[in-house]
């Protein structure tokens, strides 16, 4: 993948964020929280001065403390370790969505953002009512599952443009869009290589490389596959942000693996527009 024309053109193009190793180190101590060492988490999330200072900044913001909490190891035993992981994932989100960073022309990264929303909504509400997965981590996982795409955005944005032109204007799938304009991969690959760039844990890497694809194995995870289900609820909501009347159907199969019915699907389809609204409003990303 190193040696992929479009991998080699994200590197040299000189606007992909920069993140140290040890941020996926602490996002994999973060995940294990009654096995992690604090003092060795501390001493690695120090070394990442800018999510240092967001963490202390959104306790600041959001808690109702009699005292301003102003060291690090303060901020990470007030939040909790679950806490701490969500506002990191919110992080990596900052550097990539929805920001003054997209260059593109035609696709609109504050509406697609609105999807990774959408998606995120919906996976929290499949976990929580089938009790599959952790609903908090597949809530944060949502919010990057479509990472490849905004580094289009940001390190290729004529790729990008050429790709929603095929797929708005000519009704070409994006997956096959993606495939045509970027030599062969898609933004799964994309986000996978950029997973193994920035370390980030193997249990998202499997959600932003196979939430397209949940039958690649008989050993896929729960989680892809509410993400996928997920993906597709908030996939025809985004469609009718962009004036489409285009839908999509979902599997069968995956609702019968999960165990979901058509009017579970239907009931959080029909809250997710009203969901997408109240949480875009609410993530304030002047303290992310």
Same mark, same amino acid.
């Given at each position: 993948m190193q040696n992929h024309i479009i991998i080699k053109q994200i590197k040299e193009s000189g606007y992909l964020p920069q993140i140290p190793k040890d941020f996926g180190e602490v996002l994999n101590m973060l995940l294990e929280p009654c096995e992690f060492n604090m003092d060795e988490c501390i001493e690695k999330l120090s070394k990442i001065p800018e999510l240092e200072t967001t963490l202390i900044q959104v306790l600041n913001h *959001?808690? #109702?403390l009699n005292r301003v909490i102003v060291t690090l190891k303060d901020a990470v035993l007030y939040l909790g370790a679950k806490n701490t992981r969500m506002i990191a994932v919110a !992080? @990596? *989100?900052? /550097? +990539?969505l929805p920001n003054k960073s997209g260059r593109a022309k035609i696709f609109n990264n504050k509406t697609y953002w609105k999807h990774c929303v959408g998606?995120? @909504?919906a996976s929290y509400m499949l976990a929580d009512k089938t009790g599959l997965c952790d609903k908090d981590k597949i809530? *944060? !996982?949502g919010l990057i599952h479509d990472i490849g795409v905004t580094v289009l955005d940001i390190c290729l944005p004529d790729h990008l443009d050429r790709i929603y032109t095929m797929k708005t204007e000519q009704g070409i799938h994006q997956i096959v869009a993606e495939k045509i304009v970027l030599s062969g991969i898609t933004h799964t690959e994309i986000g996978m290589w950029l997973c193994d760039e920035w370390g980030i844990p193997d249990e998202i890497k499997e959600i932003i490389g196979c939430h397209h694809y949940p039958f690649v194995n008989t050993n896929t995870s729960n989680e892809v596959r $509410?993400? !996928?289900l997920a993906d597709f609820i908030s996939a025809n909501h985004y469609q009718r942000l962009l004036g489409s009347k285009k839908s999509f159907n979902y599997s069968? #199969? $995956?609702?019968? /693996? +999960?165990n979901v019915s058509k009017d579970l699907i239907d009931e959080i389809a029909g809250k997710l527009p009203g969901e997408v609204e109240r949480i875009n409003n609410a993530i304030d990303f002047e303290f992310l």
């Open positions: *959001t808690s #109702r !992080y @990596i *989100t900052k /550097l +990539l998606t995120s @909504i809530f *944060t !996982y $509410v993400m !996928y069968d #199969r $995956v609702m019968e /693996l +999960l």
